[in-house]
């Protein structure tokens, strides 16, 4: 799949409409020969228009130099990021699954269908620099629309920056206003196309219309069902920071979950649920943390540990492999809808709360540090890591009230995260360890690199007395109790 962004602005114009004069400002000193495309796309949705409602278009287009499947989703800033796949023959009614894999989350189990087909007849001139690089591209198109039967003709033009700046845009607008063009009415063309249909179809329930709470750990819990939808695509593409993050944003609400379950009754069971997702999400991202540690230390110790640098690779490879496998087949079951359908659930509660919230927070951060006294007491490493479990469980539930306490808030968070990050690198040390005496448990090379991992184990239990007295100031912790 490729992906680009898109930055590009609309105006409605007049059937007579003549483009002006562009060249003289804002770097643009050549207005090029324009060419001429005639361009047919069929628009794909569900009946409840559920892909458009959350600012998305589907479409798939003939003509013109980019035919094809083109999914576009919300960018940066004014921007929107465009997915596109080849037509590549089959079904064109048929949404490859690729492109349906990226709105699942969204649609659910709906089925996306045409809703509108656009024929536009466009005129493109491309504006250029000194240097002859296309700054932008002013698309003059014709447009016949049809949807439900209703057929519609109108004027407009699109402006999309190519190599230029934003002062393209700008300028550019000012020329095409005094010619007498508008912004345009409506966001895109098939907005247009439905005929005021949007408008009317009723708009869902979760996750759009959520009701209103000042409640912090309902709002917590919302931005975590939040970022489950956003990153599940970049999931499914493999991207390895939006595994990370959405294996986070499970987490968090699992904890908030259980740190306070008495606000959320009857939603027990997807605590195990969120468990089953974080476990296949972990499955792809430890070994991916993994091998960028432990593989690069082994890579520049010289050419004595190849032959162990090769068996770790095949081994980490084969582990994210095997991860992305059993994940991708998760995100297409009916499970993982079910869990998203709990999770709009559980989001859309009234946000009335147990009492004393804050005292839940509280709790739990003691009985992380209790823990962590434990063991530094006993010297276990497992009961570390069980620390650290804590103490990442704790982090969540201080992150709820966190922005209520300003600076100390915040302070606090980033103390408990410094404090995590090393119990995490201890951790990692030790898995490393067990993963290299797994590899080669007579391998003199594996031994040099085990005995490596061990340093690194007592440099971070070194450590760790300086970010816990960090954590553990009364002037941070005042707030929280």
Do not use: C, N
């Given at each position: 799949m490729e992906i680009a962004s898109e930055t590009e602005r609309k105006y409605d114009v007049p059937e007579s409409f003549v483009l002006p004069a562009l060249a003289g400002t804002a770097g643009i000193c050549d207005v090029a020969e324009a060419e001429t495309h005639d361009l047919?796309?069929?628009?794909?949705?569900?009946?409840?228009?559920?892909?458009m409602r959350n600012r998305r278009t589907l479409r798939r287009r003939t003509g013109g130099g980019d035919?094809?499947?083109?999914?576009?989703?919300?960018g940066s800033g004014g921007s929107r990021t465009e997915h596109r796949l080849p037509l590549n023959g089959g079904d064109k009614n048929k949404v490859p699954a690729e492109l349906r894999g990226q709105v699942r989350a969204i649609i659910r189990r709906e089925q996306l269908k045409p809703i509108a087909r656009l024929r536009t007849h466009r005129v493109e001139t491309p504006l250029r620099d000194a240097a002859g690089h296309t700054l932008a591209l002013v698309a003059q198109d014709s447009v016949i629309a049809e949807s439900g039967g209703v057929t519609q003709r109108w004027q407009e033009v699109e402006v999309e920056l190519v190599e230029g700046s934003p002062d393209v845009l700008e300028a550019v607008e000012r020329r095409l206003l005094s010619a007498g063009a508008r912004p345009a009415a409506g966001p895109s063309k098939v907005a247009r196309a439905l005929n005021g249909r949007l408008a009317k179809t009723p708009a869902p329930t979760p996750p759009t219309n959520l009701r209103k709470t000042k409640n912090p750990v309902f709002l917590y819990a919302r931005e975590q069902r939040e970022a489950l939808t956003e990153f599940d695509p970049g999931v499914r593409q493999g991207a390895p920071?939006?595994?990370?993050?959405?294996?986070?944003?499970?987490?968090?609400?699992?904890?908030?979950?259980?740190?306070?379950k008495r606000s959320f009754p009857g939603f027990e069971e997807v605590g195990d649920e969120l468990k089953w997702l974080a476990d296949l999400l972990g499955q792809v991202r430890d070994g991916q943390v993994q091998r960028g540690k432990l593989l690069a230390e082994v890579e520049q110790a010289g050419p004595d540990f190849a032959d162990a640098a090769d068996r770790?690779?095949?081994?980490?490879?084969?582990?994210?492999?095997?991860?992305?496998?059993?994940?991708?087949?998760?995100?297409?079951?009916?499970?993982?809808?079910?869990?998203?359908?709990k999770v709009d659930q559980l989001s859309s509660l009234p946000g009335n709360g147990e009492p004393d919230q804050l005292r839940r927070a509280r709790k739990s951060l003691h009985k992380a540090d209790g823990l962590l006294d434990t063991a530094f007491a006993d010297g276990v490493d497992a009961e570390l890591h069980d620390a650290r479990k804590a103490y990442k469980k704790a982090r969540y539930a201080v992150e709820v009230f966190a922005p209520a306490a300003g600076k100390n808030g915040k302070a606090l968070v980033n103390a408990l995260?410094?404090?995590q990050d090393v119990l995490g690198a201890h951790q990692d040390s030790v898995v490393a360890r067990e993963l290299l005496h797994e590899l080669g448990p007579d391998s003199f090379w594996f031994g040099v690199l085990w005995a490596r991992q061990e340093q690194v184990g007592k440099d971070t239990y070194a450590e760790l007395p300086v970010?816990?007295?960090?954590?553990?100031?009364?002037?941070l912790r005042r707030w929280i109790g």
């Open positions: 047919d796309a069929t628009y794909f949705d569900t009946d409840e228009l559920t892909l035919a094809g499947w083109h999914l576009k989703t919300p920071e939006a595994v990370h993050k959405m294996r986070v944003a499970t987490r968090r609400l699992r904890s908030t979950l259980k740190t306070f770790i690779r095949h081994h980490l490879d084969a582990q994210v492999d095997e991860g992305r496998a059993a994940l991708a087949e998760a995100l297409e079951s009916e499970r993982y809808l079910a869990l998203l359908d995260t410094d404090l970010v816990v007295e960090a954590s553990r100031k009364k002037k």
